[in-house]
């Protein structure tokens, strides 16, 4: 797996000129730190932030313009008040369009997309450019550093990104002829012309996996790569396995399609992979013997991740009960769906049946 990819704009021929579209919806506690992050890239081409508010309440708008203000480049940042979500689009990405339009008399040759919570290290935008540049990429992103300090954190983010690499393996996503495509939705660099050839944002404008789901589009005509970051930071916290479920619950029934018959193979695969080796440490001498060395595995695996996290390998011990709780939130997930109400993101109802 490609970890902190460090590049410079020095070894780009050509310096391009970058838009970069910060949705934000209700970010108050997080978006100036997230806004003097990007004023404080490390890069001499055109670039330019355009902080699209959805209909905030909560004073994100004042908090990301005084950030700007107070911050190098204050030139660099335009606020963008989002007009009324039109039906058929998912309120992220009717922002992301509202961010674009704004930005279009830039003429960028690249969009960086990201989000209100997540900070950067100054050399991030230069090590995506000189990423897209020398390997000839349309799509560039990195999975950011998710914030991992609470218990509920601990027990169940490193798994959120373990989870996550095992779906799109990034050999698999990187690699011209494999279909496997996905993108990590905090950090996002596209080619423009990229982004025209697959019809604009409004070709996924009803996606609420809308990283993935751009991920794939662009990968129909171009090249696209997926690595993994300390640099850029998500300031999010979860304080509760409450707050993590919903998170967890908003999009998993989405992931599967509202197939049935793939939250049926979801369940059986993560309780044969994960459940059933613990549960058969107490069985025959043979069965013990491999149920362990399954377990072991399991715990051999996921420990590249805990050590991405400064974690020790006692939380590996503890992936089953993980694994069962991400089962629990992928049929709450579901439930929500046929019931009718779906998942809930900052005041909006997502992915209910009548909805669809």
């Known amino acids: 797996m490609n970890v902190d990819d460090p590049g410079s704009a020095q070894r780009i021929r050509a310096i391009p000129k970058v838009a970069v579209i910060v949705p934000a919806r209700n970010e108050a506690a997080a978006v100036g730190r997230a806004v003097e992050s990007l004023l404080r890239q490390d890069f001499s081409g055109s ?21 700007a203000e107070y ?13 009324a979500l039109p039906a058929g689009w998912t309120g992220k990405l009717w ?6 339009e704004s930005a279009a ?25 000189e990423r897209a540049e020398t390997g000839n990429f349309d799509l560039v992103s990195r999975m950011v550093k998710l914030h991992c300090q609470s218990l509920a954190e601990r027990m169940l983010i490193p798994a959120f990104v373990f989870f996550f690499f095992k779906l799109y393996p990034p050999a698999w996503v990187n690699r011209p002829r494999n279909r496997t495509a996905a993108a990590a939705g905090g950090c996002i660099l596209i ?24 991920a794939r589009a662009v990968k129909k005509t171009g090249r696209i790569w997926l690595g993994l970051t300390s640099r850029s930071k998500a ?17 998993a029934f989405r992931q599967l399609r509202h197939s049935p018959w793939l939250l049926s193979l979801v369940i059986v695969g993560m309780a044969v992979t994960y459940l059933a080796p613990l549960l058969l440490l107490g069985a025959g001498k043979w069965t013990a013997a491999l149920a362990f060395a399954a377990y072991l595995l399991m715990a051999i695996a996921y420990r590249p991740i805990l050590r991405f996290y400064g974690l020790s390998s006692f939380w590996a011990a503890l992936l089953p009960l993980t694994a069962a709780f991400y089962v629990a939130a992928t049929v709450d997930s579901a439930v929500g769906y046929w019931s009718g109400h779906g998942g809930w993101w900052k005041g909006r109802a997502q992915d209910a049946a009548s909805a669809q």
């Open 191 to 214: 080619r423009s012309q990229a982004l025209a050839r697959m019809g604009g944002i409004a070709a996924i404008r009803d996606e609420l996996i809308d990283d993935c789901a751009l």
């Open 95 to 100: 922002a992301v369009s509202e961010g674009l």
């Open 71 to 83: 911050a190098p480049s204050p030139h660099r940042f335009t606020l963008v008040r989002a007009r």
């Open 235 to 251: 300031l999010r916290e979860y304080q509760s396995f409450a707050e993590i479920r919903c998170m967890i619950s908003r999009t």
């Open 105 to 129: 008399s830039l003429q960028a040759d690249y969009v960086w997309l990201t989000d209100a919570d997540i900070v950067h290290e100054p050399d991030v935008l230069s090590s995506l450019l």
């Open 47 to 67: 670039l330019h932030i355009f902080l699209v508010d959805d209909h905030s309440s909560d004073g994100t708008a004042e908090v990301a313009t005084r950030a």
